[in-house]
Nanobody, 126 residues
Framework: VQLQASGGGLVQTGGSLRLSCAVS????????IGWFRQAPGKEREGVSC????????HYAESVKGRFTISRDNAKNTVDLQMHNLKQEDTAVYYC????????????????????WGQGTLVTVSS
């Protein structure tokens, strides 16, 4: 399984960015993709996750209403659309993949993930 994250960059407070994660190697749609982030000096935290099979999603409270996760099974990509970005959203963002067994909310925790992509840096300036 391989994951390739892209789309990070520099944006002003209140701006938008769209991250994309290209996924390869799963033989079926029964997997979950999570987006995580790690800011300097902080622990990695779950941002959002989605079940590829049925599109079920879950979000961290800090991003609800601002971020939207979506998948395109035909293209094997999972996107994270981020709006109204705040300085505290500044971090390296990672996508990760895991076999999916249900209860999508559980997949906001990184312990469930076996496969990780490289990070993409999101910097939100004032």
């Amino acid at each position: 399984v391989q994951l390739q994250a892209s789309g990070g960059g520099l944006v002003q407070t209140g701006g938008s960015l769209r991250l994309s994660c290209a996924v390869s190697g799963f033989s079926s749609d029964y997997y979950a993709i999570g987006w995580f982030r790690q800011a300097p000096g902080k622990e990695r935290e779950g941002v959002s996750c989605i079940a590829a099979s049925d599109g079920s999603t879950h979000y961290a409270e800090s991003v609800k209403g601002r971020f939207t996760i979506s998948r395109d099974n035909a293209k094997n990509t999972v996107d994270l659309q981020m709006h109204n970005l705040k300085q505290e959203d500044t971090a390296v963002y990672y996508c990760a993949a895991a076999p999916y067994y249900g209860f999508v909310a559980l997949y906001l925790h990184d312990k469930h993930y076996d496969y990780w992509g490289q990070g993409t840096l999101v910097t939100v300036s004032s």
